[in-house]
């Protein structure tokens, strides 16, 4: 059976697949080639990470296949339930990429509070000339320890980055729609552990009471964060969005960074991805990567193997 992985499959994906007698191609199709290329190769498993769609045309157009994978959490690029309805399989793997999330929200944080974004694009152009200069603009930084974390969406990338914000000293609320308490476990070096029982509570409460928001929440038809809730937010808080493009409306978010009510934002997806706003992306207060929350080494090995785990579950 045929697997194609048209966004790519880790090493050790493909190695689990073919261990169980599968054919993995990781050919990059175009998006308007691929309905030809899935039936006239006898693909039977489509695996897309973000770039790759699988709508309704594709669905109908390609009787053939029995899978369809997102290596990642989110499936917005898929339309899920038509599939379903239809027959078909469709898989994610909501685990594999949740410490790299988090760690990325966390590199947004510490870069965010003592300036790195700008300085290091502002120490190339002046640095020579002007070190005493940038020192003094980049010298009212400040801990992220003893500060409040609040984290919406308090699901399996929530709780991530909730244990590492204790394991560093931040006290962390929380709110979700769905979920009213969760423990975590805070692991150490050593093997040891500590279990920290966190209660959730209101979404206006969290934007009130933290000092750093991190957003963990699915794409949705409105904004989750617009210009409402970021008038709650604390002065000087901060916003970081490793979720997905379109929870935050990007207008409101310039307006509250300008103004000095919020101090600085971390962005990893964006409203008019894969274009994002040029405001946005030259914004001295913004911190800025293009969609990598997943994209570490060890993360992508624990997807390509998830996913062959659950393909070969299914058809095996």
Do not use: W
């Not at 769609?53 to 989110?74: E, F, H, M, N, S």
């Amino acid at each position: 059976m045929n697997v194609l992985a048209n966004d790519g499959i880790s090493q050790s994906g493909i190695d689990a697949l073919q261990a169980n007698g599968f054919n993995v191609n990781t050919t990059n199709v175009a998006q308007e080639q691929l309905i030809n290329f899935i039936n006239e190769n006898d693909i039977v498993v489509l695996l897309v990470r973000s770039a790759t769609t699988a709508r309704k045309d594709l669905i109908d157009a390609c009787p053939g296949l029995k899978i369809i994978g997102r290596g990642g959490v989110g499936m917005d690029n898929i339309d899920v339930d038509y599939a379903r309805e239809k027959g078909l399989h469709v898989i994610n793997t909501p685990a594999a990429s949740s410490a790299s999330v988090a760690e990325l929200v966390f590199a947004h944080l510490y870069g965010g509070v003592r300036f790195l974004h700008d300085s290091n694009r502002n120490m190339p152009l002046e640095g020579e000339s002007n070190f005493k200069g940038l020192k003094k603009s980049y010298a009212k930084g400040t801990e992220l320890s003893g500060k409040t974390l609040g984290v919406i969406g308090f699901g399996r990338i929530g709780q991530a980055t909730a244990r590492i914000g204790l394991g560093i000293g931040m006290k962390v609320i929380a709110a979700d729609k769905f979920l009213d308490k969760a423990t975590i476990n805070v692991p150490f070096f050593n093997g040891q552990s500590v279990d920290i029982e966190l209660q959730t509570q209101s979404m206006e409460s969290v934007l009130e009471e933290a000092d750093f928001i991190t957003l963990h929440v699915p794409a949705q038809k409105d904004y989750v964060i617009g210009a409402a809730e970021l008038a709650k937010m604390k002065e000087g808080a901060a916003l970081v969005n490793a979720a997905r493009g379109g929870v935050v409306d990007e207008v409101a978010l310039l307006k509250v960074l300008d103004s000095g009510q919020l101090s600085f934002a971390g962005l990893d997806t964006f409203e008019e991805e894969p274009k994002p706003a040029v405001q946005v992306l030259m914004h001295p207060k913004v911190s800025l990567t293009p969609h990598i929350g997943a994209a570490t080494s060890q993360a992508q090995d624990r997807i390509g193997v998830e996913l062959a785990e659950q393909i070969s579950a299914i058809l095996g």
